[in-house]
């Protein structure tokens, strides 16, 4: 080794490092029609243990404005402080508690109830803070106006993403090796099967089909 230019025994050290990062890994999640779905989850669990290069946040701001939850989907890791907000002028509740067959599990127990007063005119809006410290979906909804629901995401694993209108998530410098690729839409109430894939040194993609169309967004 004596002798050796530094950058030759830099490469040298940081190439077991490199040669354990693959490159972007793209899911595509579709509906039952074959049409691209906005707003699903797609998680990542590498076999290797590493952090993606942008973290999960942990503060999340969800707006009630005109009859609804906005963002409608929203994606946090563990622990993470979410601040409701009344844009409305009248009064909200915020009702949480898991989502879809995972509320069966929970058995009534868990989540949370807030209640925030109407907006006046003039005033700041009216807030409430809550914890998100379990994983899995939450439903959010409104006990005095029903059609308003909403969902947080609470991920367990730092590799997770929203879809975006194309139906893509995109992940860059996935560890390589084995991956299990889970997708979750709040329409879907039966769990999409994880899928298994191995990921070596260069770009790869996969495409997951949802057995339901989403109902539409409302506006």
Not at 41 to 62: G, H, M, N, W, Y
Not at 108 to 135: H, I, Q, Y
Not at 179 to 194: G, H, K, N, Y
Request: glycine fraction near 8%; aromatic fraction near 6%; proline fraction near 9%.
């Amino acid at each position: 080794m004596k002798g050796r230019p530094l950058a030759v025994l830099l490469a040298l050290a940081l190439a077991p490092l490199a040669a354990a990062v693959a490159g972007t890994l793209n899911v595509v999640v579709m509906d039952k029609e074959g049409k691209p779905v906005p707003d699903a989850v797609v998680a990542l669990v590498p076999s290797r243990a590493a952090a993606p290069k942008v973290a999960l946040p942990t503060q999340v701001t969800i707006n009630q404005e005109k009859m609804r939850f906005v963002p409608a989907v929203a994606l946090v890791a563990v622990g993470a402080k979410g601040t409701f907000v009344n844009n409305d002028p009248w009064e909200h509740h915020v009702r949480a508690s898991a989502a879809g067959i995972k509320s069966f599990d929970d058995g009534g127990s868990g989540g949370f109830e807030l209640r925030l007063e109407g907006k006046a005119d003039g005033k700041p809006a009216k807030t409430a803070v809550a914890t998100f410290d379990k994983p899995g979906p939450v439903l959010v909804g409104c006990h005095l106006h029903a059609s308003m629901k909403g969902h947080v995401y609470v991920s367990d694993t730092p590799w997770a993403a929203l879809t975006g209108d194309d139906g893509t998530a995109s992940f860059d410098a996935v560890p390589e090796g084995p991956v299990f690729v889970r997708v979750w839409q709040a329409d879907q109430l039966i769990d999409v099967p994880p899928r298994q894939m191995t990921l070596g040194a260069t770009p790869a993609s996969t495409t997951v089909h949802l057995t339901v169309v989403p109902r539409r967004k409302r506006t």
